[in-house]
């Protein structure tokens, strides 16, 4: 809610409006009222040290991002910088959290992976495509500088943040773990787009699931021996198959072990809707319909059925066993008790003892 100058001034007496307006954080309307150009929101979590095996304990942090779709008119700009959302916190949440020596988060955003990664982590790399996150998640970083234990003067020696696609930052390095809430969302490709015509925070720019299918053939390469990494994803699922059949055909001959929980699977029409509302896209009437319609054609053109979501976890071998890695497929589609990240800590441990012991 906008308010007076003089208001603002007094709650914030140090940066006052003139600072604000000049971070570009706020800005003044034509009445004069200040107005709020990004979301700030508290941001915490507990965890005793036994929870996650990081002996770190929980932080109140504050986190700026992009004003969501509902703070703001129209249909979203398509370098929006998404806040903490509902897939942020489900993957917050699955992450088997160790101590780890380098980690990776890929397509950072505004950099709700790498807090959390930060607490168990010696170094994180932060990568994004969009010069816009990595501002944020830099401006996040500073701001919760000393929540965070960092130093201010020397963020690099704990963070670094690269621009770029996918594994492109990172070629050639090997983390421990790497964590991703990737732009997975399937969207119609058309004839001459521009990456700039792309809603960058959910959009790889890939035709169907191939961001996914991508990152589950490639991750593999950046993973130490007995490295990890876990991921939220969409499958497509074409009509009378199974709906392991394509993350399966992603894996063959890879080596890597895998575990994918579906944990929902949605119509094409009910995926549509689903993320033309995200953008707002319904506020433009055309515009929703002609890429409702598009949604569907692009659906047929692949005889996809079905639209599966889920979890990913991925695991680099310490060594090269023959045959194929093993790897599950499980569907949860109810509520679980989250967090889940130690219960599939535990689940992993039970098949490695199982695995070692021959059973
Ligand atoms: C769904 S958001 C996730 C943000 C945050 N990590 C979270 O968990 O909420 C996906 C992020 O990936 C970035 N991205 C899009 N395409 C990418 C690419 N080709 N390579 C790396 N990052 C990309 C987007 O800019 C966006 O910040």
Redesign the pocket.
């Given at each position: 809610v906008p308010q007076t100058e003089d208001d603002v001034d007094a709650a914030l007496p140090r940066i006052r409006t003139s600072g604000l307006v000049e971070l570009g954080l706020v800005e003044k309307n034509d009445g004069g009222a200040v107005a709020a150009k990004v979301d700030l929101r508290p941001y915490g979590w507990e965890c005793d040290s036994g929870a996650d095996n990081s002996g770190s304990g929980g932080a109140e942090l504050w986190v700026s991002s992009d004003l969501a779709a509902h703070q703001q008119p129209g249909v979203l700009r398509h370098d929006h910088?998404?806040g903490?959302?509902q897939?942020?916190t489900t993957?917050?949440q699955t992450t088997i959290r160790r101590h780890s020596k380098r980690a990776l988060?890929?397509?950072?955003?505004?950099?709700?992976?790498t807090f959390h990664l930060l607490h168990h982590s010696e170094h994180v790399t932060a990568?994004?495509?969009?010069e816009r996150?990595l501002a944020f998640t830099r401006f996040n970083l500073m701001l919760n500088a000393e929540a965070l234990h960092l130093d201010p003067a020397d963020l690099e020696s704990r963070v670094s943040l690269r621009l770029?696609?996918?594994l492109e930052p990172v070629a050639g390095e090997t983390f421990d773990l790497v964590v991703?809430?990737?732009?997975?969302v399937i969207t119609p490709r058309s004839a001459g787009e521009h990456s700039s015509d792309q809603f960058?925070?959910?959009?790889?720019?890939l035709p169907g699931d191939d961001?996914v299918a991508n990152l589950v053939r490639t991750l593999p390469d950046v993973l130490a021996p007995g490295g990890t990494a876990q991921m939220l994803g969409n499958w497509e699922i074409p009509a009378g198959s199974r709906w392991s059949e394509r993350p399966a055909s992603w894996l063959a001959g890879s080596g890597t072990e895998a575990w994918f929980i579906q944990r929902e699977q949605v119509s094409p029409e009910l995926y549509a809707e689903t993320w033309l509302q995200d953008a707002s896209e319904g506020r433009d009437r055309k515009l929703y319909r002609d890429a409702y319609a598009a949604y569907l054609q692009d659906f047929a053109s692949r005889n996809v059925d079905a639209i599966g979501f889920g979890m990913i976890w991925l695991r680099r071998p310490e060594s090269p066993r023959p045959g194929d890695a093993p790897a599950r497929f499980e569907e949860i589609t109810y509520p679980i008790e989250q967090p889940i990240g130690p219960h599939l800590a535990a689940a992993v441990e039970r098949a490695d003892w199982l695995d070692a012991h021959e059973l």
């Amino acid at each position: 809610v906008p308010q007076t100058e003089d208001d603002v001034d007094a709650a914030l007496p140090r940066i006052r409006t003139s600072g604000l307006v000049e971070l570009g954080l706020v800005e003044k309307n034509d009445g004069g009222a200040v107005a709020a150009k990004v979301d700030l929101r508290p941001y915490g979590w507990e965890c005793d040290s036994g929870a996650d095996n990081s002996g770190s304990g929980g932080a109140e942090l504050w986190v700026s991002s992009d004003l969501a779709a509902h703070q703001q008119p129209g249909v979203l700009r398509h370098d929006h910088v998404l806040g903490i959302g509902q897939a942020s916190t489900t993957l917050v949440q699955t992450t088997i959290r160790r101590h780890s020596k380098r980690a990776l988060d890929l397509g950072t955003g505004c950099g709700i992976q790498t807090f959390h990664l930060l607490h168990h982590s010696e170094h994180v790399t932060a990568t994004d495509i969009s010069e816009r996150a990595l501002a944020f998640t830099r401006f996040n970083l500073m701001l919760n500088a000393e929540a965070l234990h960092l130093d201010p003067a020397d963020l690099e020696s704990r963070v670094s943040l690269r621009l770029g696609s996918l594994l492109e930052p990172v070629a050639g390095e090997t983390f421990d773990l790497v964590v991703s809430n990737p732009p997975f969302v399937i969207t119609p490709r058309s004839a001459g787009e521009h990456s700039s015509d792309q809603f960058t925070y959910r959009d790889g720019g890939l035709p169907g699931d191939d961001i996914v299918a991508n990152l589950v053939r490639t991750l593999p390469d950046v993973l130490a021996p007995g490295g990890t990494a876990q991921m939220l994803g969409n499958w497509e699922i074409p009509a009378g198959s199974r709906w392991s059949e394509r993350p399966a055909s992603w894996l063959a001959g890879s080596g890597t072990e895998a575990w994918f929980i579906q944990r929902e699977q949605v119509s094409p029409e009910l995926y549509a809707e689903t993320w033309l509302q995200d953008a707002s896209e319904g506020r433009d009437r055309k515009l929703y319909r002609d890429a409702y319609a598009a949604y569907l054609q692009d659906f047929a053109s692949r005889n996809v059925d079905a639209i599966g979501f889920g979890m990913i976890w991925l695991r680099r071998p310490e060594s090269p066993r023959p045959g194929d890695a093993p790897a599950r497929f499980e569907e949860i589609t109810y509520p679980i008790e989250q967090p889940i990240g130690p219960h599939l800590a535990a689940a992993v441990e039970r098949a490695d003892w199982l695995d070692a012991h021959e059973l």
